[in-house]
C-alpha cells in the first residue's frame, strides 16, 4: 500500500472578495507552493469567492473546504465565528450572508459619512479598491486612507480611524452567536470560534463564552494560528478537553503585508486534541485528494 501524503491544513484564510489581497485562483495556487493539502477559504460574511476558489483547487490539486467568517455578537462583544465545510448554496446560510452583507453595506454608507463630515473623503479611493461581489470592511477604509495621506500606514489608520471615539467609527449590530452558528450548521458546516486569545476575555469569561456556544451547538475553538503563544496553546488544548471541544488550525492569511499570519504558518495542532477536521461532512468536499 502506498503510503498516504502527509496532511498539512489551513483553515482560515481571506481572499479579495473580503479583506484579503489575492484573488482565490492566487490563494490557491500560494497554498499549493506551501504544501497546503487542505485550505478553507474562510472570507469575512461572504461565500463569493468559494466558486473560483473550486475551479483553482482543482488546478492546484489543493483539497478545497468551503469556508465563511462570520462576525456575530455574544454578550455585546463582537466575536468571528469560522464556518467550515459548509454547503454555500444552502438557501439558508445565504440569506445570512446576505442580512451581514446588507449590515456592512449600510455600515460603509454611514462611515463615508461621517468622514465627509470631517474633511475626509475617501469615497472613490474605498470603490476602487472593491472588487465586483466583494464585502466592504474596514481594512478597505484603512487603505483609502493610507493612500489619501491620512494615515502613513493601516496601522496607524486603525489607530486614529474607524475605532471607538474616532472618525469613520460606526458602532454595528451583528446577528447573535445562535443566529450565526444556526446559518452555517443548517448548511451541514461546523462552526469554530475563531482566534478566541483576541477578544482578551477573562478566563472565567472564556469559559462562559465556551459553556454558551456550547448550547447552541459550536463545539470547536481555533486552537493553533500563527500568533498563539505556546502557553496559549496549552491553555485552549486544556478547555477543548475539560469541555469535549474540537481544535482548529488556521493561518487567518489577508496578504503578504501581515508577516505575522503566514499561509500555512500556524504551529501544528497539539497531540492530545481531538481535530475539527474529523468532524467533517464528507459529501461536501468533493476535490480530489
Ligand atoms: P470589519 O469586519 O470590516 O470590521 O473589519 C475587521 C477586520 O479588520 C479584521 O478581520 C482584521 O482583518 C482587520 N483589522 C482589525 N483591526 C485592525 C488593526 N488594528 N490593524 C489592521 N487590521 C485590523
Ligand atoms: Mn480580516
Ligand atoms: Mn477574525
Ligand atoms: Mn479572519
Given amino acids: ?73 455574544w454578550n455585546f462583544q463582537l466575536v468571528h465565528l469560522v464556518g467550515l465545510s459548509i454547503d454555500p448554496d444552502n438557501s439558508q446560510l445565504q440569506a445570512g450572508v446576505e442580512e451581514n452583507k446588507a449590515r456592512r453595506w449600510q455600515r460603509a454608507d454611514a462611515i463615508h459619512a ?19 461581489d466583494s464585502v466592504p470592511t474596514r481594512p478597505h477604509f484603512a487603505q483609502a486612507l493610507v ?3 491620512y494615515a502613513k500606514n ?13 472618525p469613520g467609527y460606526i458602532a454595528m449590530q451583528w446577528p447573535s452567536l445562535a443566529e450565526a452558528a444556526g446559518w452555517i450548521q443548517t448548511a451541514g458546516g ?12 477573562t478566563r472565567t469569561k472564556l469559559i462562559r463564552l465556551i459553556k454558551d456556544m456550547l448550547d447552541v451547538g459550536v463545539n470547536a475553538l481555533e486552537v493553533a494560528t500563527p500568533i ?17 471541544l474540537f481544535a482548529s488550525r488556521g493561518s487567518d492569511f489577508h496578504s503578504d503585508d501581515q508577516p505575522w499570519a503566514k499561509l500555512g504558518g500556524a504551529p501544528l495542532l497539539p497531540e492530545a486534541v481531538q481535530p475539527v477536521w474529523d468532524q467533517f461532512n464528507p459529501t461536501i468536499n468533493p476535490t480530489p485528494n
Fill in 114 to 132: 461621517d468622514l465627509k463630515k470631517r474633511g475626509y473623503d475617501v469615497q472613490d479611493k474605498v470603490e476602487a479598491l472593491l472588487v465586483k
Fill in 154 to 166: 493601516k496601522k496607524q489608520a486603525f489607530k486614529r480611524f474607524l475605532v471607538p471615539g474616532k
Fill in 228 to 244: 498563539t503563544e505556546p502557553q496559549q496553546m496549552i491553555m485552549l488544548a486544556q478547555l477543548c478537553k475539560e469541555h469535549n
Fill in 1 to 73: 500500500m502506498p503510503t498516504p501524503l502527509p496532511t498539512n491544513y489551513d483553515l482560515h484564510t481571506h481572499s479579495h472578495f473580503s479583506d484579503g489581497a489575492l484573488s482565490p485562483t492566487e490563494l490557491l495556487m500560494r497554498a499549493q507552493e506551501r504544501g497546503i493539502s487542505h485550505l478553507a477559504l474562510t472570507d469575512h460574511d461572504s461565500v463569493s469567492g468559494l466558486e473560483e476558489a473550486y475551479q483553482a483547487s482543482q488546478v492546484h490539486r489543493v483539497n478545497l473546504i468551503p469556508g465563511i467568517e462570520f462576525s456575530c455578537h
Fill in 147 to 149: 493612500e489619501s495621506g
Fill in 190 to 201: 461546523v462552526a469554530v470560534l475563531a482566534h478566541p486569545m483576541r477578544y482578551r476575555l
